[in-house]
């Protein structure tokens, strides 16, 4: 996560990991299937009524409840975007009338973002959707994450009996 953050918000150059042999055929599939995922996702959240990045963040509220609350700061880090463009989509769900914003009773610098009976039925539906979408896409996403997983881990695990395993 600290790479990516240096990438994205700092410009720096992050070193990638020395490849011996890149097979693109898997990580053109794996891409595939994550793409292929995300968009039927997207033409669901848009049919229900709502732009892909506001499911999003609707889904990260619910995931953070009981656990951490749902600041713009926290959303921002979570959705991987920008603190400006979280507020953004805040301010149409509040519209929408599926969340509520209010100042944290510690901090009032600080602002909670909460679902709204609106916002959880919608949430519902397209969860129950992305949920049915995994049953049948999900294996294979898994198996060309898996492939991938195996062929980058090649010479770096340790044998049974500790030794290194020699790259193939």
């Known amino acids: 996560m600290k790479a990516y953050h240096e990438v994205i918000y700092t410009r720096r150059r992050v070193a990638a990991m020395p490849l011996r042999a890149v097979d693109y055929r898997a990580l053109a ?5 994550i793409r292929r ?6 033409v ?3 049919t229900a009524g709502v732009e892909p990045q506001q499911y999003l963040v609707l889904l990260q509220i619910k995931g953070l409840e009981g656990h951490e ?3 713009m700061s926290v959303l921002a880090e979570r959705l991987q975007i920008r603190h400006h463009a979280v507020v953004q989509l805040i ?3 509040v519209r929408a009338g599926m969340v509520e914003r209010r100042r944290d009773g510690r901090d009032r610098r600080e602002v909670v973002v909460r679902l709204r009976p ?3 039925r919608v949430l519902k539906r397209l969860a129950g959707y992305s949920l049915a979408e995994l049953t049948t896409e999900g294996p294979s996403l898994v198996a060309s994450l898996d492939r991938l997983v ?6 770096r695990m340790p044998s049974r009996n500790g030794t290194r395993k020699v790259p193939r």
Do not use: H, I, P
């Not at 195996?150 to 010479?155: A, D, E, L």
């Open 29 to 33: 599939d794996l891409r595939y299937q």
């Open 118 to 120: 609106a916002g959880e």
């Open 150 to 155: 195996m062929q980058s881990m090649r010479g």
């Open 37 to 42: 995922f995300l968009r039927v996702r997207e």
């Open 69 to 71: 609350v749902a600041t």
């Open 44 to 46: 669901a959240a848009r």
């Open 91 to 93: 301010d149409r769900l």
